[in-house]
């Protein structure tokens, strides 16, 4: 008896199958579900653009309609990745523009995009909806300008903290009156002023606009128009909050906000007056993610704000919230799932709120049954705080503690906080995501090692003492997928004993630690299928195996060696010829 | 696709991955099969106090760097050096946190920067000792370094290096730390700087004009003051406008100019079929080329690109319709 589906009965079953990871799985049971699930796949996530060219993915997927794209390593957020290094989105929009030209969406995050990319997609895509660019830099103006001109269906176009040469406002008024079908716009990451006016225009043919995120120069007084024109709004950011406002001004802003009845998140808020905070209490109890984390709010007006949130679940916010309104958090926000608390000193550590401690942290995870993601910035912590956050949340996720000073040790006891990060391993067994910081000694690793079992990111600064450090993290965390690792002591032994395990992970960041040149020939040698790349500002005239190298970055692929590397990047495939002299096998 | 589909399909799913793992773990990659079993017991027996037997000397992790040696660390240059590799097993054990603690920080320089607390108490941290080891590789990572550190090394190289980059009061900064991104650090900082703004740049501020040409279906502006030179302008209008002359786009950075596409772009912004033109301030069109780079970018206010027959009626010689911008450098 034939057990095979015909594939038309395949596709219509998979055609229910939305997540890629069990589409992943999918594609391995047999040929024919492995074809039948690549022809019927929408939507394709490359997490590291140099894992596979864009013409494999392009081949294999040809009925894509959705890209997603990951570029240059996370630690460039911080600096740490020179310019230069990579993470090109030409060659993808180029190559999806010949084979996938229905493509629909496009999703990039840390690439750099330029004005000749963005006209590209202009031009290529006939049916383009959906552009988000998180991080992304490369391009100005004129290659928005572009993009909404040329795209008749655009649904979406958000610029998520990018760097972009602002050229000017007018790329705005490029929108056509055409175009009406506008899902979401978020510009807020750019400087220039549009035309009031255009924007007006383009809120009000917009009746699906859900998603408005304003920039700075948008002023109280537009912001009041525009909330008028759009009361439907899901999500807003608005631009400055600061103008001076006459009374009835302010009344009309206040009525504005309140016929919001969606307003479900709410971000912007850049130079927020306090006297004009409670034009949002209306908004308020409706909300479910609020981002303060650019308002200079003070502690008082802060708690005034939050009392009234009761079902946030998502909040960012400055470290100027002090310790006394994360207890007010904790009281009334007990939906709260994600809590980020970022420093407002704006330069090193002496600016920082010292009335922000780990007390903070402690009350939110007493307060809160749902948290599962933290991101905290704080001065000092103590092993007693984690271990206490550990037993009342062992359902965390995701925790990233970064105690800025760096080496810091608890600072009741003076000793290294691998005690709490220990508790933080233990407890939390689903934690996937972890941020280490502090002074740590290499049994800290041991028990992220032996704990760590689902931890799939890890990210490490001035910590550890030896190479037992990294190898507690590479034989221990079964789920590892990225690592990255900043001024560690660590070097060549754990990293080459360790080598398969870096093919089942992602990647691997490590900069200012101590890995010699010679490891990395070696390990390019033995691994061929990882790019295992060097990038060296300053590298000596002659590189001396035994010479240390500034960062290193290793990533599965399957793409071979990437042809678009600066000269301050160095593979083995750049000089083959450099054996493995005295280094050799034995 | 995902790297890790490519992975599974090709026979291993992530358990036999896995497995592969530890099948890997028993070959040794500096190809030391005898050192292979030492390696794997060594797995198992990771907290076993006895292994602290194993000396100090065998545990340290040394990276020889020109000029770096200290007369603890005569012999251990070399980490992957075949005599080390023998009596060394392949993940040093740590010494119990005891002997960590009184043991001397700075002896402790050579070997792999194990601190004791002593260390922290001082506190000279981890990187400086680094800093000390991998003298170059300072300017590089720009690591912090303290006030204190500067009388507790040993090495005057450091202390040169320290004495440069470490500001005399407060704590030098270090690159990427605290981890906050760029954008958020930027906003930041303008806020903090608000009120102090001024509206109207000075005239070292950025000049920007409207740009635009015969048949594209919008504007280009250009910063003039970021060019020095009508080359420079030239260039990079050709760049910007590709798009429009021969109907796709430029390359991005990545795989660097099309050689035929700029050519066959200079030859037709170059007098076969466009020139560039300006408005001055009284509102004429006149030919750019005329004037000192200087004395243009005080005048021009709006660029276009036209088609050189529109161009003739701007009463210009002929042969300045066929000149190549670029020479008018």
């Known amino acids: 008896m034939d057990l095979r589906l015909p594939s038309k009965v395949l596709e219509h079953i998979l055609s229910f199958v939305d997540s890629n990871e069990d589409r992943n799985s999918v594609s391995l049971v047999c040929k024919s579900w492995f074809e039948t699930e690549r022809r019927t796949r929408k939507r394709v996530i490359v997490r590291n653009c140099y894992a596979v060219t864009p013409e494999a993915v392009a081949r294999r997927f040809p009925e894509m309609r959705s890209l997603t794209l990951k570029g240059k390593p996370h630690f460039a957020d911080y600096n740490l990745v020179p310019d230069g290094w990579g993470g090109y989105a030409w060659p993808w929009i180029e190559a999806m523009a010949a084979k996938c030209p229905s493509l629909e969406e496009l999703r990039l995050k840390r690439m750099v995009v330029t004005d000749e990319c963005l006209e590209k997609i202009a031009a290529s ?128 802003l206040s009525q504005a906000f309140s016929e919001m009845k969606e307003l479900k998140s709410l971000s912007g808020l850049w130079d927020v007056l306090p006297e004009y905070i409670p034009l949002l209490y209306s908004v308020c109890p409706g909300l479910t ?47 709260l799932r994600e809590l980020r608390v970022f420093p407002s000193g704006a330069e090193g550590l002496n600016d920082t709120n010292v009335a922000m401690t780990e007390q903070g942290l402690v009350s939110v995870s007493e307060g809160c049954p749902n948290l599962e993601s933290v991101l905290y910035f704080c001065v000092q912590f103590t092993n007693a705080a984690m271990v206490t956050i550990a037993r009342n949340r062992p359902n965390l996720k995701c925790f990233r503690l970064c105690v800025m000073e760096p080496f810091a040790p608890d600072h009741k006891t003076q000793k290294p906080l691998d005690e709490g990060f220990k508790a933080i391993a233990e407890r939390c067994k689903d934690l996937q995501r972890l941020s280490v910081s502090g002074l740590l000694t290499d049994k800290a690793f041991e028990y992220i090692g032996t704990h760590g079992k689902k931890l799939r990111m890890l990210s490490i600064a001035f910590a550890g003492d030896s190479d037992l450090m990294l190898h507690h993290l590479l034989s221990g965390c079964e789920s590892l997928n990225k690592l990255e690792i900043r001024d560690c002591p660590f070097g060549d032994t754990a990293l080459l004993e360790n080598a398969a395990k870096l093919e089942t992970m992602r990647s691997l960041w490590m900069s200012s630690c101590c890995v010699s040149f010679g490891a990395c020939k070696l390990l390019s040698q033995k691994m061929p299928k990882l790019n295992v790349e060097v990038i060296d500002e300053h590298p000596l005239e002659t590189r001396p195996d035994s010479s240390p190298v500034e960062r290193i970055y290793i990533y599965r692929t399957l793409a071979g060696p990437r042809l678009d590397m600066p000269e301050f990047v160095w593979t083995i495939q750049k000089n083959p010829e450099i054996g493995v002299s005295h280094l050799a096998i034995k | 696709m995902s790297p890790e589909e490519e992975l599974q399909s090709n026979g291993s799913v992530a358990s036999s991955t896995r497995n592969i793992v530890g099948v890997l773990k028993e070959h040794n990659y500096l190809g030391l099969s005898d050192c292979s079993s030492v390696g794997s017991s060594n797995l198992s027996g990771l907290a076993d106090d006895d292994k602290a037997t194993i000396s100090l000397k065998a545990t340290e992790l040394t990276l020889g760097l020109p000029g770096s040696q200290s007369p603890a660390r005569d012999t251990e240059l ?84 320290n004495n440069s980059s470490s500001p005399p009061a407060a704590k030098a900064q270090i690159v990427g730390w605290p981890p906050v991104r760029s954008y958020r650090k930027n906003t930041l900082a303008t806020t903090c700087k608000n009120s102090d703004e001024v509206d109207g740049k000075p005239g070292s501020g950025p ?76 509102g004429d069109w006149m030919l750019v080329g005329d004037f000192s780079w200087e004395i243009f970018i005080g005048v021009c206010k709006k660029l276009k690109i036209m088609k050189g027959c529109d161009a003739i009626g701007l009463g210009m010689f002929c042969f300045l319709l066929v000149m190549p911008l670029k020479s008018l450098v």
């Open chain 1, 289 to 335: 993610s609020l981002n303060l984390s650019y308002a200079t709010v003070q502690m008082p007006d802060l708690v005034e704000l939050l009392t009234r949130c009761s079902n946030l679940q998502k909040l960012w916010v400055m470290d100027l919230i002090e310790d006394k309104g994360l207890q007010v958090v904790a009281s009334s926000c007990k939906e």
């Open chain 2, 207 to 282: 000049l920007f004009v409207k740009v635009s040409m015969d048949g594209a279906p919008y504007l280009r502006k250009v910063d003039l003051r970021s060019y020095t030179n009508y080359g420079e302008l030239s260039a990079a209008l050709e760049k910007m406008f590709t798009t429009f002359t021969l109907g796709q786009c430029g390359t991005s950075g990545a795989t660097g100019k099309d050689v035929r596409n700029e050519t066959k772009l200079k030859d037709l912004l170059n007098g076969k079929d466009y020139v560039l033109t300006y408005e001055d301030k009284d």
């Open chain 2, 78 to 161: 070399n980490l992957l050096g075949p005599a080390k590799l023998d009596e060394k097993p392949f993940f040093p054990l740590l010494p119990s946190k005891d002997e960590m603690c009184s043991s001397s920080s700075h002896k402790n320089i050579a070997s792999g920067n194990k601190r004791g607390f002593s260390d922290t108490m001082d506190k000279v941290p981890l990187y400086t000792e680094k800093n000390w080891m991998f003298p170059e590789a300072v300017v590089a990572t720009q690591s912090v370094i303290k006030k204190e550190v500067a009388q507790n090394l040993p090495k005057g190289k450091l202390s040169t290096t």
């Open chain 1, 125 to 252: 895509f006939k049916d383009f909806k959906v552009l988000v660019l998180t991080s992304c830099e490369g391009f100005s103006t004129d290659g928005l300008a572009a993009i909404a001109v040329a795209c008749s269906n655009l649904r979406e176009l958000e610029l998520r903290e990018c760097i972009v040469e602002d050229l000017g406002g007018d790329w705005l008024s490029y929108f056509p009156e055409t175009l009406t079908s506008l899902v979401s716009l978020d510009f807020s990451c750019l400087d220039s002023e549009v035309k009031l006016s255009d924007l007006e225009r383009l809120v009000s043919r917009s009746p699906n606009l859900k998603s408005l995120k304003l920039n700075r120069a948008v002023s109280l007084d537009a912001l009041g128009s525009l909330l008028r024109l759009a009361p439907q709004l899901v999500e807003l950011g608005t631009g400055s909050f600061s103008d001076k406002l006459d009374q009835e001004a302010v009344s009309k």
